[in-house]
């Protein structure tokens, strides 16, 4: 039996990939110690799990600084110091503890830097999940377009960084790398936008991860992992199931402080016979919405999976879970990207034809209709859903996580299916 230490990245979309693979190494016999906040240790207790609480770090892990530019030098001497110095903190605050468990090898969150920084102290194997599409340096340097404009987010997809013969990532390196010495730690560019270690697990079907082909046998696509209907709090909307379209609307979990967007979706679906349940989240005071039209249901909280199951739209944020969730379940996608994945993960739903995406902030209501009728109309959006949603069910999720961890630890290579 081995001993792993696994280190979430302590919010919901982060922490609830990982429950299969924890009882998935259970059942296989390691004794798994598990890292995150107080609020998800409900979802990772079970028998062969000794949960370990980060104390309150949410304070330290939400501090942001504003970064207005799209020039990937002045957007890396930004980040790396900031967060160096919260995974500097938290390894701080973590080293003894782990060091009292001994574990025998690491497994974090593409986010959860700290762990490779103890990895590192306890001279340990390392493994790094991805809970959305992966990077690397390849799709850096080979897709450069859609690296500036996904990832940097500079909507013209073109950086004036040009340095002859030199490859776009080794110029972000050699600047990581700078701003990285005072910390003692090797740091790339990739783990500023992504995360890499010597294996990787994607929680993301190779079908679905962009420029798949860039991706070598150290990364290993696992498919999302799905919630089922019966792990979720909340009504059952009867209401919802009479005969007709359903438009289902939500914006997540963390970027959902969109109320001039929810007010321009009450003006989009006003009284036009189509039934509309919009989820706002807790940042939102529904009273702030006004009168809502008789064909609206809102709540700051919906079951996304019962609604998922009942919807002919979904319009979304573009988070990789909901995402996900939509396909799986073949509902094609009205996107508005926010932050963070968002983007990439807009786009590449965009590319295989599973739904269609625009700005928040400059559509109006007149947009959002007329966005929303163009994927219900056309029935190769939900076929595209199909597709895809297949491919997820094709996956092999868990147990290849762990069939893939195990081989990495013995020296050996396990690949997924399509790797190159």
């Known amino acids: 039996m081995g001993k792993v230490a696994v280190f979430s990245y302590p919010y919901f979309g982060h922490v609830n990939p990982t429950v299969t693979l924890v009882k998935e190494l259970v059942d296989r016999g390691e004794q798994v110690y598990y890292y995150t906040a107080d609020p998800y240790m409900?979802?990772?207790?079970?028998?062969?799990?000794?949960?370990?609480?980060?104390?309150?770090?949410?304070?330290?892990?939400?501090?942001?600084i504003p970064i207005r530019s799209t020039d990937p030098i002045e957007i890396l001497k930004l980040l790396v110091p900031h967060k160096l110095d919260k995974y500097q903190r938290m390894t701080n605050l973590l080293i003894e503890r782990v060091m009292e468990d001994d574990p025998d090898y690491i497994i974090r969150d593409c986010e959860s830097y700290w762990g490779k920084m103890i990895g590192v102290m306890l001279d340990v194997p390392m493994i790094c999940y991805i809970t959305t599409i992966a990077l690397n340096e390849a799709i850096m340097?080979?897709?450069?377009?859609?690296?500036?404009?996904?990832?940097?987010?500079?909507?013209?997809?073109?950086?004036?960084?040009?340095?002859?013969?030199?490859?776009?990532?080794?110029?972000?390196?050699?600047?990581?790398?700078?701003?990285?010495?005072?910390?003692?730690?090797?740091?790339?560019?990739?783990?500023?936008?992504?995360?890499?270690?010597?294996?990787?697990?994607?929680?993301?079907?190779?079908?679905?991860?962009?420029?798949?082909?860039?991706?070598?046998?150290?990364?290993?696509?696992?498919?999302?992992?799905?919630?089922?209907?019966?792990?979720?709090?909340?009504?059952?909307?009867?209401?919802?199931?009479s005969s007709g379209t359903l438009v289902y609307i939500s914006m997540g979990t963390v970027y959902n402080d969109c109320l001039p967007f929810y007010t321009k979706c009450i003006d989009a679906f006003r009284d036009n016979g189509w039934r509309v349940a919009m989820s706002t989240g807790q940042r939102i005071n529904t009273a702030d919405l006004g009168a809502l039209p008789g064909n609206f249901t809102v709540r700051s909280h919906m079951p996304q999976i019962r609604l998922l199951q009942m919807a002919d739209v979904f319009i979304t944020h573009g988070g990789h879970n909901s995402t996900n969730e939509a396909l799986?379940?073949?509902?094609?996608?009205?996107?508005?990207?926010?932050?963070?994945?968002?983007?990439?993960?807009?786009?590449?739903?965009?590319?295989?034809?599973?739904?269609?995406?625009?700005?928040?902030?400059?559509?109006?209501?007149?947009?959002?209709?007329?966005?929303?009728?163009?994927?219900?109309?056309?029935?190769?959006?939900?076929k595209s859903c199909q597709e895809a949603g297949q491919a997820i069910r094709n996956s092999g999720g868990a147990k290849l996580a762990v069939d893939g961890i195990f081989a990495f630890l013995n020296g050996q290579v396990l690949q997924s299916a399509g790797c190159p």
């Open 42 to 64: 409900k979802l990772i207790r079970m028998e062969g799990v000794v949960c370990r609480s980060y104390g309150d770090v949410i304070g330290l892990l939400d501090e942001e």
């Open 141 to 241: 340097d080979q897709h450069t377009e859609f690296f500036v404009r996904n990832v940097l987010g500079n909507p013209a997809g073109q950086v004036a960084l040009q340095v002859e013969g030199t490859r776009f990532s080794e110029v972000l390196n050699a600047c990581a790398r700078e701003l990285s010495r005072p910390y003692s730690v090797e740091y790339k560019a990739i783990d500023a936008f992504s995360g890499a270690d010597e294996f990787n697990l994607v929680f993301t079907s190779r079908e679905f991860q962009p420029y798949a082909n860039t991706f070598g046998p150290d990364y290993l696509f696992l498919g999302p992992s799905i919630r089922k209907e019966e792990e979720e709090d909340g009504d059952n909307f009867h209401e919802l199931t």
């Open 328 to 382: 799986y379940h073949h509902v094609p996608m009205v996107m508005f990207p926010q932050a963070a994945d968002q983007f990439a993960v807009s786009s590449r739903v965009e590319e295989i034809g599973a739904g269609v995406a625009r700005s928040s902030r400059d559509c109006t209501p007149e947009d959002i209709a007329d966005m929303t009728r163009k994927v219900l109309d056309d029935p190769r959006y939900r």
